[in-house]
């Protein structure tokens, strides 16, 4: 059984740090069966670790729109031919650079392609929205919405729904968004690729679990990593915040006595520890 975990980053500051938690948690956890892919540029590469497989790729392009539209590298990466390589992992973790990987991992094999929980449908206007979108290409929508961003199944599964999202999240932004971003929290232009992995995976994957507290689970949480094998850092001043961590705001804790079986105590820990690996200043 082989494992990729699978990312994409660019040459900034933030994400490399950020990488380095999730590199730093995945060596800790010593999951022997789990490689980490990074796709990137050709600068950012240089800044990885050589036991990373490092590929490079460009920023997409094509549509122009993608070039204002970043979040659409961590998906498109994975289908060009140089990603071609990854069908012969038996299971694909698409994620993103800002999380991290805990003890529970080494256990973790679901019989059913996976998400976690997403958070961008939130009125009649959206929903109605991606259902009109799918009808429009023929494609069916099973009534599964608010996925996670992270996705975690078969390897040619995961790239077939990378495929079919880049080319659904060229066509939100270039027809969608033509005249306007829209409004968060209703329909709107920045989530916009979650939009379209939410209509490719409906079409594609026959058997979907969607589990909350196994992928994206937030970083500043209080429990125990023993249930939780993926850990990400979403918008919070609270511990853990990823944004207190690239700004430095942590570099003076100690660690040596905190209970890092508690999540939020684990990722101040392995992030703290990443600076060994990753000697980037933000």
Not at 51 to 68: G, H, Q, T, Y
Not at 105 to 114: K, L, V
Not at 177 to 195: A, D, I, L, Q
Request: hydrophobic residues 35%; charged residues 25%; negative net charge.
């Amino acid at each position: 059984m082989r494992r990729a975990v699978v990312v994409f980053v660019e040459d900034n500051n933030h994400l490399l740090m950020q990488l380095g938690c999730l590199y730093t948690s995945l060596k800790h956890i010593n999951a022997s069966d789990t490689d980490l892919v990074v796709f990137g540029t050709k600068e950012a590469l240089k800044k990885v670790p050589n036991d990373c497989i490092k590929v490079e790729c460009e920023i997409a392009s094509d549509p122009p729109e993608f070039l204002n539209y970043r979040f659409i590298n961590s998906i498109s990466c994975l289908v060009e031919k140089q990603a071609d390589f990854l069908v012969k992992y038996d299971y694909i973790l698409r994620t993103d650079a800002d999380t991290f990987l805990t003890p529970a991992w080494n256990a973790f094999y679901p019989d059913f392609y996976t998400v976690g929980r997403g958070g961008y449908v939130n009125d009649k206007e959206t929903r109605s929205n991606i259902r009109r979108i799918a009808s429009h290409f023929n494609l069916r929508h099973q009534g599964l919405f608010n996925l996670g961003s992270t996705h975690y199944g078969n390897a040619s599964l995961v790239r077939e729904v990378c495929k079919l999202a880049t080319e659904l999240t060229a066509y939100i932004l270039t027809e969608e968004f033509k005249s306007g971003e829209g409004k968060w929290p209703g329909w709107y232009r920045g989530v916009t690729s979650m939009y379209a992995c939410e209509i490719a995976t409906n079409h594609l994957v026959e058997q979907l679990t969607i589990d909350p507290e196994r992928l994206d689970f937030g970083s500043a949480s209080e429990e125990s990593i023993q249930n939780h094998p993926h850990i990400h850092c979403w918008h919070t001043d609270n511990m853990f915040s990823k944004f207190h961590f690239t700004a430095g705001k942590y570099d003076h804790l100690n660690t040596k006595d905190l209970d890092v079986d508690i999540i939020n105590n684990y990722c101040l820990s392995m992030a703290l520890k990443s600076k060994e690996y990753f000697d980037i200043k933000a």
